[in-house]
Structure formats: structure tokens, C-alpha cells
């Protein structure tokens, strides 16, 4: 092709693409003179003086324009932070360990983020091996001390015991829970005739399973509708998550489930709900950041009743509790939600996340007493091996553990059977 032709094929190109724009400026200028002609005669109807109608229009139409411009930039950035927000789609290769393969083996178990396994499908494992695998660091901790200093004692003498104390305080049973088990198993273990390794790993399961009973009335969800289950905890327990797989399970269970997200301290807050809302099909109801935590549960209690739900689940801002209007803050919400629904909120339930050890206790002792803790779910157990926390959580403050997250998988979250967790806990590996 010769030089000029070149040229002038670019400058025929250019040409067209000038007048696609010419045009369509033509057309905009057009609409512009239409809306504005028609603005000027609504003004003029409206009694607007005619020399101040022109300038009227024009303002309307910049007015609706930059607020059409903002409306669309609010929207895209909303977009985007809620596809941040919304895990990806699992990689069945990522999540699903390749036993042949060792090399994908390891990447299975180190790659899987928290949306990976969230979304995973349901793995064929039984509640007692997810419940086994989250309790695996407490239970090699502590079980695996706890039967070398059984196999080599011959009597339980006082160094038995002084071992076993510190076993048990490092495993996060607590001061007062590990004196009244250490009390409980060497009064029992003195009734023995002869000391058996197995027979002493018995008693300790059994008074340890003994102090996992607390005389609490369980949660029957059913006798109320809507139930109403406050979530409260600090930040960072894993309040929201919690909610979202209560939601879905009990959703999965025929149940009609509404969220309320009175944590309005942050937009993210109420954004992550909604994923986990939309995930299982369940309503969130959800105000501005910022608004009222208590119209909010005016709302959902509203929406809750109006839907005929089952059961509504509010989320609670953790980040109050450092606030000296806390308790006034909870007290109005449960004002109206008692108002709304009688005897609302029916479980106050206080997440704990375990791996603080003691500090969760702390924080129980402080909600209990400000604000009435009914229940507990406890986080994180898979995370730690200081699981003795939920014997402590029973035996110093009479609350029961209604729930237990030993994962972030949706049927990670399991309601608590004290047998389970013993026998889970005990399994030798
Ligand atoms: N490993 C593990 N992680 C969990 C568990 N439960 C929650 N998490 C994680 O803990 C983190 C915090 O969870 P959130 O649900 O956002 O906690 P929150 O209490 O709502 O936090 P704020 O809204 O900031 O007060 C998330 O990354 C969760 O995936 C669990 O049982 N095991
Ligand atoms: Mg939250």
C-alpha cells in the first residue's frame, strides 16, 4: 500500500469517527433544547418569571445530571465492594485433597481461603470427624500430655496431680474449672485398687464430661415465633459468620429466616450480611451506616412478623462494648424488640472466640452480668488448643454452649453435644 494511501485510509477512518460524535453531540443538543423548552414551560405554568425560567431550566438540568452522574459512580463503587465481599467460586481442585497427589495435597490443605471453603460443597464427613478435626490442636495438646503422665505414673501421688493442674491450665480450663477437676478425679481415682493408664483417661473424660452439663433450659426454637436470637459479642468473634450459617442451616431446615443488621457501625457490616443473606435466600433488613441500631430491630421485628418467619436473627455492632452507652444502646434494643414480639429477644446469644482463652471468659463474666446472657456460641476451636475454655465457659459461669465453630465451613458451626465434644477430644489419635 502506497504512503498515501495509507494516509488517507486513517484520515477516511477519523472522518467517520468524527461524525459518529458529531452527530451524536447533534442529538444531545437536541434533547437538551426539548428538556429544555419543556422545562421553561413548566416553569411558566408554575409562575416562575419569564426571565428567570431559562436560567431555572438549565439549573434543573445540571442538578439532575450531576446527580444521574453520582447516582451511577455510587452504584459501581457499591458494586465492587460487594464483589470484594462475595467469595469466589470454589476450585473443586483446591478444595477437595488429591490423596494420590502429594504435591496437590499440600496446597489443599494451605490454599483454601475462608470464601473457598464457605462455599465448598458439602464434604460426605460426619459431624463427629468435623468435630474431631476442629478439636485436633487442643486435643493433641492436651490428651497427648495427659496419657504419657498416666502411662508412666503408678499412683496418683502429688506430682500426678501437680502435672495434671498445669496440663490443664495450659489447655485453658482455667483456675477455678481445673481445681474443681483435679478435686473431682483425685477423689475418684482413690477408689481405685490399681492404677490403669486407661482407667485414669476414663475418669477424667467422665469429670470432665460432668462439668460439661449446665443446668440450662435449652434452646427450643419453637416455642416462640418469631424466636427471636440476638447475636452480641465483641469484634472480630465471628458474630456475622456465626448468623450466616445459623442462617442457612435453619433456612435448609424448612425454616423462614429473617436477619436484621443492627450492626450499622460500618456499611460492611450489613453488606456482608446481605451476602450471606442472598446466599440462602433469607431477607436482611439493613438500614445506613450509622442509623439507629434500634430501628433497625423495629424493622426487622416488623418485617419478621409481617413475613410469618420462624425465627429473626440480629446481628449487634461488637465495637459498643468499649462504649460507656453500651448497656443504654442494648437496653433500647431490647425495649423494642420486647414490645414488638413478646418476651423478645428470646436467646441472647454471646459469641466467644476461643482462641482468646481466658480473655473470653472475661468477656462473658462482663455481657453476662450487663447485659443477660442466655447462651454461648464459641468460635475458633479449630484454631486453637486451649479448647478447654468451653469446660470453663459451663463450669465457673453456668452459661450454656449452645454452639461451637470448630471451621469456617457452613457445617462448621455445630450445636453443642457435651458427649460428642468429650469423646471427639478423648479419641486417641
Ligand atoms: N477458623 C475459624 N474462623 C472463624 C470461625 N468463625 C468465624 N471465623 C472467622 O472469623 C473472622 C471474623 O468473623 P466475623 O463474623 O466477621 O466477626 P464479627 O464478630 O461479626 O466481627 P465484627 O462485625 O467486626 O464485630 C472471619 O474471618 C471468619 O471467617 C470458626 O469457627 N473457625
Ligand atoms: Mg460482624
New binding site residues.
Partial sequence: MQWSELMDSVYQSWRSVGEFFSGLMAQLVVLVQQAVSWLVAVYAQWGVPVEKQLLAAYATLYLGATLLVLFLVWRLVRRRRRKSLQPPAPEPAEVAPDASVGQGREEAVEAPS?AAT?EAPPEPVSLYDRMRS?LSKTSSALIGRIDSLFTGASTVNQDVIEELEEILITADFGMKTTQMLVDGFQQRAKELKETDADQLRDLLKDEIRRLLDVNAEPLALDRHSPFVLMVI?????????????LAQQFSSQGKKVVLGAA?T??A??AD?LEVWGERSGVKVIRHDEGADPAAVAFDAAKAAVARNADILIL?T???LHTKVNLMEEMKKLYRVLGREIGDAPHETLL?L??TTGQNALVQARLFKEAVGVTGIA??????TAKGGMAVAIGAELGLPVRF?????GIE??RPFDPQMFVDALFEKR
Fill in positions: 475462608r464457605v476442629g459479642g465483641v469484634n472480630g468473634v465471628g458474630k456475622t459468620t456465626t448468623i450466616g450459617k450492626d457501625f460500618r460492611a457490616a456482608q446481628d455492632a461488637g465495637r459469641v472466640d476461643a464459641l468460635t475458633k476451636l479449630d484454631g461451637v465453630g470448630v471451621g469456617e462448621d458451626l
